[in-house]
């Protein structure tokens, strides 16, 4: 179940240096189940062998696991922008209508901050006992 879903609120303008921070996100519960749980509860494992191979200044805190009231989410986020400087062999792409249906993202895309395969979200759906899931029209 969609425990919360964060979209920006304020649209900053196209020299902010907020632009860089504009994210997409979802937090997921499974309201208590304990299968749910025990996939949650591995995590922090997955996370500590990264911090092995990682130096610790270089690598975000643990957000992934979080909680709604009394349970526990899986949270995945995306930033909607990436600095020019960091991709500049990227090909620009243009947002879906059903992210930006009133425009105001595109409208940032600027000299500092572009949107790129990097930047997108896919949504796949399982479709009845299929053993490959199958991609939903995709949404930059």
């Known amino acids: 179940m969609f425990g919360h879903c964060h979209l ?3 649209i900053p303008s196209p020299t902010s240096n907020h632009i860089r921070h ?3 996100g979802v937090s ?3 309201l208590g189940l304990e299968d749910f749980q025990s996939q949650l509860d591995m995590v922090p494992d997955i996370a500590a062998l990264f911090t092995r191979a990682i130096a610790e200044d270089k ?4 957000a992934i696991v979080g909680e709604l009231g009394e349970f526990s989410t899986l949270n995945a ?3 909607y922008f990436t ?3 960091d991709a500049r062999t990227a090909k620009e792409l243009a947002f879906h209508s059903d992210v930006d249906p009133h425009g105001n993202l595109s409208r940032l895309v600027g000299p500092t901050h ?3 395969e990097e930047n997108t979200v896919s949504y796949y ?3 009845g006992d299929a053993k490959y899931v199958t991609p939903v029209p995709e949404l930059s």
């Open 114 to 116: 572009t949107h790129i």
């Open 77 to 79: 986020s995306n930033r």
């Open 83 to 85: 600095p020019r400087k």
């Open 8 to 10: 920006p609120h304020l």
């Open 125 to 127: 759906e399982r479709v």
């Open 28 to 30: 997921i519960t499974g």
């Open 22 to 24: 504009l994210k997409q």
């Open 59 to 62: 690598i975000q805190p643990n």
